[in-house]
């Protein structure tokens, strides 16, 4: 048990829905970082916060938009889906910056599948 | 920008055989890397990572890797590997930034 809680597990919706996935990083983590895993692109890098801010950005597409809480949750909205987002969305978090510590704890996933 | 790349989508290999996964890397400065190993049905967990200091690193489960600079590689090897060691292996290269950028994954498939 790596300490991070995502639900959903799983997730079945329709496209042009719109979901909220959910991340609680392990206790005292700083850093929230979300992924996308699919079977042709692999995981791509989706966004990282850093106690509440926007520290880096990857191939997030402008449907999609997260953010951190004062609590340190986070939160992955998905909107206006289609059928090429249906995907494992992985998030993960660590104590600092990763380039401090290196090591990323990840949760088990959220599975989203868009029919 | 980093990118990673894993030759080798699937690796098949028999029990107690040793085993290397392939990984090379593309940056322009200084870099971190990591290898990072998916079981069926889980997120991923850290193997082994290296931030500086000796070139082969050791991690768990008796993984290592070694950082070649000039070929800019990071293969992972085990010298005899278990059913156990059935999973998907990700190698991840940051630009020592917030980002950490993953490779497309290698299956490992152990052979009985």
């Known amino acids: 048990d790596s300490g991070v809680t995502q639900t959903p597990k799983h997730l079945i919706t329709a496209t042009g829905q719109r979901v909220t996935l959910r991340c609680s990083p392990r206790?005292?983590?700083?850093?929230v970082y979300w992924y996308q895993q699919s079977l042709d692109q692999g995981l791509q890098f989706l966004i990282q916060?850093?106690?509440?801010?926007?520290?880096a950005k990857g191939n997030i597409l402008e449907r999609f938009s997260a953010q951190q809480f004062p609590d340190l949750h986070s939160e992955l909205n998905l909107s206006s889906l289609e059928l090429g987002d249906s995907a494992l969305y992985f998030c993960?978090?660590?104590?600092?910056?990763?380039?401090?510590?290196?090591?990323?704890?990840f949760g088990e996933g959220s599975r989203l599948t868009v029919l | 920008a980093q990118s990673v790349t894993q030759l080798d989508s699937q690796v098949p290999v028999f029990e107690e055989a040793p085993v290397e996964l392939r990984c090379n890397y593309s940056s322009s400065v200084s870099v971190y890397l990591f290898w990072y190993v998916q079981y069926p049905n889980q997120g991923l967990q850290l193997l082994l990572k290296?931030?500086?200091?000796?070139?082969l690193v050791k991690g768990i489960n008796g993984f290592e890797a070694e950082f070649n600079k000039s070929q800019t590689s990071f293969h992972l090897r085990k010298p005899s590997v278990h059913i156990s060691d059935t999973a998907e292996y990700f190698c991840?290269?940051?630009?020592?930034?917030?980002?950490?950028?993953f490779g497309k994954g290698t299956r490992l498939h152990i052979l009985p």
């Open positions: 991840a290269v940051s630009e020592q930034d917030d980002k950490i950028i």
């Open positions: 290296y931030l500086s200091g000796s070139t």
């Open positions: 206790s005292g983590d700083l850093s």
């Open positions: 993960a978090s660590s104590d600092g910056l990763a380039m401090n510590t290196g090591e990323l704890f």
């Open positions: 916060y850093y106690n509440g801010e926007e520290r």
